[in-house]
């Protein structure tokens, strides 16, 4: 029996994306992210669904994702979301996959591999609105297209930008995602001016679908990028969106059972000392299988019908709970660290990281991984 297993659900994921598909407009089309492995839920069997279940276009990170569901022989169009590296550029074009270019001399270099393979290539600019990461500056984005528009063998499917405040709800927040869409509409009404408007347009995110619909759903946009709302993390709270189900349930097991005296040291570097005779728990899952240190003295698990919470630092494959007040707790008993009981959005909440955070390093490091 594999010592940590991840079960996902696909049919509550077709669920998810009906819902998410209700709350778009007619002809909005839908780019499912599945970078890093799926948010760690695994990029094949999520993107094989998510096509079946009509989504328009899939995102990913890396040449080697992109590959991956290529191999796995899905034909859904795949967005690269981050630039890659000009060693790079010969397996994306011959897997299919769209680069994403923020300056001109990248745009040629793509342009020209395409040439030699006799090829045209179509590539998505991406546009900088207030992020700082990548992506051409929003002010400079009609004279790059200009520019573009004179690279041969060349086609600017879309245009688009990130947000980068999203799912805050604080003032200065909003502000700041109101402001970065504002800058991308004017960037696209000047290219539409110039006649330089490419057919898809984006900056729509999980949280702004949720925050900020009618600025993200509205016309000149016409695609929005949805990650951890379609994996069942709503990172903004709305009624419209309650349906939305966690698709993952995370398990490790109960390795050891022992009873400690008052005064006894549990973990390294003794951060807990027992303050009265406690039992503990040891299971089978630490920071080396994904989870993050920082769930130490603060984290929780379900085990029995109960929360336990974590003691003492989270050793490299192993936690350790307190279980003295749940009858019966015995090695093999099986332990969920997030999933119908305990929202994984809920545990990362307690020790102060995103979702993400959790999500992708544990549902990676998983020993077994089984759909359902």
């Given at each position: ?16 994306i ?15 992210a ?13 993107s094989?669904s ?9 995102g ?10 290529r191999s ?6 795949i967005?690269?979301?981050a ?5 790079e ?10 680069p994403?270019?923020?300056?001109i001399?990248s745009?040629r270099?793509i342009?020209?591999r ?41 086609t ?7 947000l980068?405040?999203?799912?805050s709800?604080t ?5 700041h995602?109101l402001l970065?869409?504002k ?7 000047a ?19 949720i925050?900020f ?5 509205s016309a000149?946009?016409n695609?929005v ?8 993390y709503?990172?903004v709270r ?25 005064g ?12 009265e ?7 089978s ?14 984290g ?19 936690t ?8 019966n707790?015995?090695p093999g ?5 997030f999933?119908?009981?305990q929202?994984a ?9 995103s ?18």
């Amino acid at each position: 029996m594999a010592q940590t297993v991840a079960r996902v659900d696909l049919s509550i994921l077709i669920e998810n994306i009906d819902l998410v598909r209700s709350r778009v407009p007619r002809g909005m089309k839908v780019l499912f992210a599945v970078k890093s492995d799926a948010y760690g839920h695994g990029i094949e069997e999520i993107s094989r669904s998510a096509e079946a279940a009509g989504i328009d276009y899939l995102g990913v990170d890396t040449v080697d994702e992109g590959v991956e569901i290529r191999s796995a022989g899905i034909k859904l169009p795949i967005l690269l979301l981050a630039p890659i590296l000009p060693c790079e550029i010969d397996r994306a074009l011959q897997s299919d996959l769209t680069p994403s270019i923020g300056d001109i001399d990248s745009a040629r270099l793509i342009a020209n591999r395409a040439r030699g393979t006799g090829r045209r290539a179509s590539v998505q600019v991406s546009v900088d609105t207030g992020m700082g990461r990548f992506g051409a500056r929003v002010d400079r984005g009609v004279a790059l297209f200009e520019r573009l528009s004179q690279v041969g063998d060349l086609t600017v499917e879309g245009v688009f930008s990130h947000l980068s405040f999203a799912e805050s709800e604080t003032s200065e927040a909003r502000e700041h995602s109101l402001l970065q869409i504002k800058r991308f509409r004017t960037l696209l009404a000047a290219l539409d001016d110039a006649h330089l408007l490419p057919s898809l347009r984006h900056i729509g995110n999980s949280a702004s679908l949720i925050q900020f619909p009618q600025s993200v759903l509205s016309a000149p946009f016409n695609m929005v990028r949805i990650g951890t709302l379609l994996y069942g993390y709503p990172e903004v709270r709305r009624p419209s969106i309650d349906g939305v189900r966690p698709i993952a349930k995370l398990s490790a097991y109960v390795l050891f059972v022992k009873d400690l005296p008052i005064g006894a040291c549990v973990g390294y570097d003794c951060t807990y000392r027992t303050t009265e005779a406690k039992r503990i728990a040891v299971v089978s899952i630490g920071y080396g299988s994904g989870l993050s240190p920082t769930f130490s003295g603060c984290g929780r698990v379900y085990v029995r019908g109960e929360y336990a919470p974590v003691v003492g630092k989270i050793c490299l494959d192993h936690t350790i709970i307190d279980v003295s007040h749940i009858r019966n707790v015995a090695p093999g008993d099986e332990v969920e660290i997030f999933g119908p009981h305990q929202r994984a959005d809920q545990l990362a909440s307690l020790a102060g990281i995103s979702i993400c955070q959790l999500l992708v390093p544990t549902l990676q490091a998983a020993k077994e991984r089984t759909y359902l």
